[in-house]
């Protein structure tokens, strides 16, 4: 029980950084990010949508209790990745492009899998406390 929180510790303080950073970018409508998103073919006033959405979910991250917003928040980073992921590989954009986003689903999918794993040895389904 210990190894998967501390597991859990590991893998959201290396997904709060790489996801955090870019959102205080986006909040900001930074050049950079909202030329990204337009390469995209998408509208530039999404790009302060998303990164208040990515930081209201890595509040929700790190504050203890509230399991169940914890699911929602890893559940709307998770399809905000795949998006991202997606939106990527569509316009053939280099491999290099596509493995930041791939790697930043890996580590939710880790602590996704260790709140899963938390419930198992606990014998809880609604209670993901940390």
């Given at each position: 029980m210990k190894k998967i929180n501390i597991f859990y510790w590991i893998c959201t303080g290396i997904l709060i950084p790489a996801l955090g950073i870019g959102s205080v970018f986006d909040v900001m409508s930074s050049p950079a990010s909202v030329q990204v998103v337009t390469l995209l073919g998408y509208p530039a006033y999404l790009v302060p949508f998303l990164g208040?959405?990515?930081?209201?979910?890595?509040?929700?991250?790190?504050?203890?209790?509230?399991?169940?917003?914890?699911e929602w928040a890893y559940a709307g980073l998770s399809?905000?990745?795949?998006?991202?992921?997606?939106?990527?590989?569509?316009?053939?954009?280099?491999?290099?492009y596509v493995v930041f986003p791939v790697i930043a689903l890996l580590f939710c999918s880790c602590v996704v899998l260790s709140l899963s794993s938390e419930n198992i040895i606990n014998g809880s389904e609604q209670d993901m406390t940390f």
């Open positions: 208040v959405a990515r930081i209201l979910a890595l509040i929700a991250v790190v504050t203890p209790k509230y399991p169940r917003l914890k399809f905000d990745i795949i998006g991202a992921t997606y939106s990527q590989i569509s316009l053939s954009s280099p491999f290099t």
